[in-house]
């Protein structure tokens, strides 16, 4: 049996092998993941990114905790960086999640950037595929902690929580460009902690100021103290609350084909970046080039057009 | 095609509370350029086993400070081999008697760190012992 057979049948091994292959960038992965794609996009996703140490781990744990509670299976991915000077990295979200280890209708899985730099690693929206072909209900996608610009989780999830705590400075930080402008749900983690109310409103104000049209989705700010599992039900409540707006409104249909063609587009540029320096291996053109542009006969706008051109068979200026 | 990243899963079963080897351990991974999961303090051999299998481990490395070692240590491998994850080596580090290392190679443990081994040594060793897998 191939894996992705396995993994259709709910082999939990199979599926954890499929995704070192896929984070692995292994050819054999991609045909695996052709048997499966047809069996997925029921689970729903979950995107929770913020700060480093703003409890988004912790979180994860609740809201799991939370959906076990109501029969439904849970896979998690969840990022920490790649160290860019060794390449090694601390994978340390599980320490948080270890009571659900044990169940069988949970699986968690800890991935590295490996240099990406959105939020998330490469292979995760394929990782989440095969948590999907699983029999996952719900998927709950941890980022790496975000600054300001790490927004690739909003293309991944059809709900992304933002999650802030308090004390993060002042309410300009809060009209910034960047993930505040991407969040469904908003939490104020750490609700115990001095100066929470104050974060909350200024959230709040940054939210009131955008110009939403009727009938579109207004996000609200929620508290949490997810150390004691303070403020979780009214968050799942909001998530839900979102997914039946998304469905309700037709919406869905907008994020999906968003999200298709973010997948298809990243496929499609790797694949082409692959058989480019393939291409480039076969005939020779790389120390070519390189000559060339050493003695500046060649300049590398020309050279690369000239590559696309010998290898796709058409004129990239005629286009 | 590219290199395998080699992934270990670092943890600490059993009830004592000093992870501060642990971590070092985990570290010196890391800058060796592995991916390490660290799972933490108080881990049952079931947790262990299930988390080495959900992230694809190529090995397993246990601190061990209580005594419970010769207990903690076989029953990681056995639950290994119960879930057909046996290609999933073992190592142990700690406070461990000379006495008891023989038994727990013949347990399954595939090697045995005791105190004063450099974090070197413990990287050169995976280094030779440990490939990622095919």
Redesign the interface.
Same mark, same amino acid.
Do not use: L, N, P
């Given at each position: 049996m191939s894996l992705s057979e396995k993994v259709l049948t709910g082999d939990v091994r199979a599926a954890a092998r499929l995704m070192r292959d896929i984070d692995d960038n292994r050819p054999s992965a991609v045909t695996e993941l052709k048997q499966i794609y047809a069996r997925t996009g029921n689970a729903y996703i979950i995107g929770i990114t913020g700060p480093p140490g703003a409890g988004k781990s912790t979180l994860v744990d609740q809201l799991t905790a939370s959906f076990r509670k109501q029969g439904k299976k849970v896979g998690v991915v969840a990022i920490d960086p790649t160290s860019p000077f060794t390449g090694g990295a601390i994978l340390g979200d599980r320490i948080r999640m270890n009571r659900h280890a044990t169940d069988d209708g949970v699986f968690i899985r800890s991935l590295a950037t490996r240099g990406a730099l959105g939020g998330l690693s490469r292979s995760t929206s394929d990782v989440a595929l095969v948590l999907d072909a699983l029999g996952m209900d719900i998927i709950i996608i941890e980022t790496v902690g975000v600054g300001q610009d790490e927004v690739d989780i909003v293309k991944a999830a059809h709900t992304t929580c933002v999650v802030m705590v308090p004390g993060m400075g002042d309410d300009i930080q809060a009209i910034k460009a960047g993930i505040l402008e991407i969040g469904d749900v908003f939490v104020v983690n750490k609700a115990d902690r001095e100066g929470a109310d104050r974060t909350a409103r200024e959230l709040a104000a940054m939210l009131e100021m955008r110009d939403t049209p009727q009938g579109d989705w207004q996000p609200q700010v929620f508290k949490t103290e997810a150390q004691r599992g303070t403020g979780i039900d009214e968050l799942v409540g909001e998530i839900l609350t979102h997914r039946d707006h998304l469905f309700s409104s037709g919406l869905i249909e907008t994020f999906l084909r968003e999200r298709n063609e973010r997948h298809f587009v990243d496929i499609l540029r790797d694949s082409l970046y692959k058989h480019a320096m393939a291409f480039m291996d076969r005939t020779a053109t790389l120390p070519r080039v390189l000559d060339g542009m050493a003695d500046s006969s060649i300049d590398p706008y020309s050279a690369a057009e000239e590559v696309i051109a010998e290898m796709l068979g058409y004129d990239p200026q005629s286009v | 095609?590219?290199e395998?990243?080699l992934?270990i899963l670092v943890g600490k079963p059993g009830l004592d509370g000093h992870d501060r080897g642990a971590k070092i351990i %985990?570290?010196a @991974?890391? /800058? %060796? *350029? @592995? &991916?390490?999961?660290?799972? *933490?303090l108080h =881990?049952?051999p &079931? =947790?262990i086993v299930? %988390?080495a299998? =959900? &992230? /694809?481990v190529d090995c397993v490395g246990l601190s061990i400070l209580s005594g419970a070692h010769n207990t903690l240590l076989p029953r990681v491998c056995q639950l290994l081999g119960e879930? *057909? %994850?046996d290609d999933i080596k073992v190592f142990g580090g700690g406070v461990i008697p000379e006495d008891d290392i023989a038994g727990l190679k013949s347990a399954g443990i595939s090697e045995v760190f005791t105190p004063g081994t450099s974090t070197e040594d413990i990287v050169k060793w995976i280094g030779t012992n440990i490939r990622p897998?095919a």
């Open positions: - | 095609m590219s395998r990243t992934r %985990a570290r @991974f890391r /800058d %060796a *350029g @592995f &991916e390490v999961i660290y799972t *933490g =881990q049952t &079931e =947790q299930s %988390a299998i =959900q &992230e /694809d879930k *057909g %994850a897998r």
